[in-house]
């Protein structure tokens, strides 16, 4: 079984959204819903989602730490 890809979703305030790809679409907290493609394709790039702009990145190992359910 494959790893599932994880992004890192960085608005224009700095937050940090993280989106592990499990299932055709993402629902991201305060931005909305994406396809799994749709981020794939947009990764190094900016990417608007509703009336938000955000840039997407392959998670890091801290980025993926920070986003752990304590």
Known sequence: MAEP???VLIDQRGE???VTSEGPMARISGL????????????GRRLVIGD????VL???????MEGLDR
């Open 52 to 55: 938000r702009s955000v840039l």
């Open 58 to 64: 392959p998670a890091n190992r801290r980025d993926r």
């Open 32 to 43: 909305g819903v994406i396809s799994h493609e749709k981020l794939r394709g947009s990764l």
């Open 16 to 18: 940090r959204h993280l």
């Open 5 to 7: 890809e994880v992004y």
